[in-house]
């Protein structure tokens, strides 16, 4: 079956950088995304990846390892508004959009 | 930035009653849009795949009678709960993708939290 995998729930200090991680299991690969949202909030677009590698955007990482099954969405300089949930999601051959559950991110001062 | 408009964010209504929910993308065309449903510290749930111009196709488990979804230009989808229960009650989001683009990542509305008394 279609899986994704990420913890519950992370805490981290302002100021410090945390990594999330992902695993997936799909029925092929058309790319992994990262989203944050805010509670009774729509997601919002964070990054993609669909070639192995690391990408950067700004405080935001984001890296890739197809032959794992592996992500992680990496976040510098922690912001207290960074609290939120954090949602990986890989598209699988179908381009059918596999979720997980999502990572509740709490930042303390 | 492509923009979906999603109407109302709120809706409180009696048991038995519809409620009708309307999700637009301001400034692209969507050819698919996507129905969610959020329970509480949940993840998204896809629901139905709106087709323009076509029927919409339901996922495992969710009633397309009570489900209705209307996908009638390619700016506009809208999903209608049909006789309300309690149970319904949940965070309904919908989400698009330009046209034509497969790879761009889905842009969500804001959600709809309906609360069936």
């Known amino acids: 079956g279609q899986n994704i995998d990420q913890p519950t729930e992370m805490t981290a200090t302002e100021g410090a950088i945390v990594q999330i991680n992902c695993t997936y299991q799909t029925s092929g690969f058309n790319g992994l995304f990262w989203y944050q949202q805010h509670a009774g909030e729509a997601p919002t677009f964070l990054s993609y990846n669909v070639l192995d590698g690391l990408e950067e955007k700004g405080r935001f990482s984001s890296f890739l390892s197809r032959s794992k099954g592996y992500s992680y969405l990496l976040l510098k300089e922690l912001q207290m508004k960074d609290s939120a949930s954090y949602l990986c999601a890989a598209r699988d051959s179908n381009y059918q959009l596999i979720w997980g559950a999502g990572t509740k991110l709490i930042i303390k001062p | 930035g492509a923009v979906v408009s999603q109407h109302p964010s709120r809706v409180i209504c009696k048991s038995g009653t519809s409620v009708k929910i309307e999700c637009r993308s301001l400034d692209f065309q969507a050819t698919t849009m996507f129905w969610y449903r959020q329970f509480p510290k949940q993840s998204l749930m896809l629901m139905a795949t709106?087709?323009?111009?076509?029927?919409?196709?339901?996922e495992q488990g969710v009633e397309k009678d009570k489900f209705l979804i209307n996908h009638a230009s390619l700016t506009l989808s809208t999903l209608t709960v049909t006789s309300a229960h309690p149970e319904d009650s949940s965070f309904y989001i919908c989400?698009?993708?330009?046209?034509?683009?497969?790879?761009?990542?889905?842009?969500f509305g804001n959600g709809t939290r309906l609360t069936v008394t």
């Open positions: 989400s698009a993708r330009d046209r034509g683009m497969d790879w761009t990542p889905l842009h």
């Open positions: 709106s087709n323009e111009g076509s029927k919409a196709t339901y």
